[in-house]
């Protein structure tokens, strides 16, 4: 079941200037398993009448692996470098006017796949822990925060979807998450939370 948009969030970024360049960026941020991703396509999906096709950037294609930027000193503080990489990656290219690439990791082979373009689009939206982050927010024409009821639920849907011998990673991670979240201060910081 797809999640319900607010329609004052579409109107919100319809509205908006343009943030990054000729770009309205809009960040969905929140911890993993709270819905993120299914929000991220229905906003893209509702925003296409009055903007045509709007690409959606997942977090998950841009962390080197579980700890997000390898030579990071820890997956907290390497949130930060993530934000850096996503302005060079993308909303550098877009405030010159061209359009973005960023790598794509692939998780099964440990390494970089091919890129991914990411075009000089009215919007493009960014979801994923870390992509709400200060530093990106702060060029945001919209940033929501998604949230679950509980650490629990959000483990089985994330584990329900990826497989249980990911549980020690998750375990780790969900720990990580909510560090950098509390030293960001990710979901104050947002325009509108969405409870799922």
Do not use: N
């Not at 949130?79 to 405030?95: A, H, K, Q, Y």
């Not at 373009?117 to 979801?127: H, K, Q, W």
């Amino acid at each position: 079941m797809s999640p319900t948009v607010d329609p004052r969030w579409v109107e919100r970024i319809a509205l908006a200037d343009p943030t990054v360049g000729d770009v309205r960026l809009v960040c969905v941020d929140g911890p993993s398993g709270s819905g993120k991703t299914t929000l991220a396509a229905a906003l893209a999906s509702a925003l296409q009448p009055a903007f045509g096709d709007v690409p959606v950037v997942h977090g998950d294609d841009l962390y080197e692996g579980w700890t997000v930027v390898a030579d990071a000193p820890d997956r907290v503080s390497a949130f930060d470098v993530l934000s850096g990489r996503v302005d060079s990656w993308l909303l550098e290219r877009w405030r010159h006017g061209y359009p973005g690439a960023h790598p794509r990791w692939d998780w099964h082979a440990g390494r970089w796949g091919e890129p991914v373009d990411v075009p000089l689009s009215p919007v493009v939206v960014l979801e994923g822990v870390g992509l709400g982050a200060r530093a990106l927010r702060a060029h945001a024409a919209l940033t929501v925060w998604v949230e679950a009821a509980d650490d629990a639920v959000r483990l089985d849907r994330v584990l329900a979807r990826d497989g249980e011998g990911l549980r020690p990673e998750m375990e780790g991670w969900l720990l990580d998450e909510a560090a950098w979240h509390r030293h960001d201060g990710t979901r104050a910081g947002a325009d509108v939370v969405r409870r799922t």
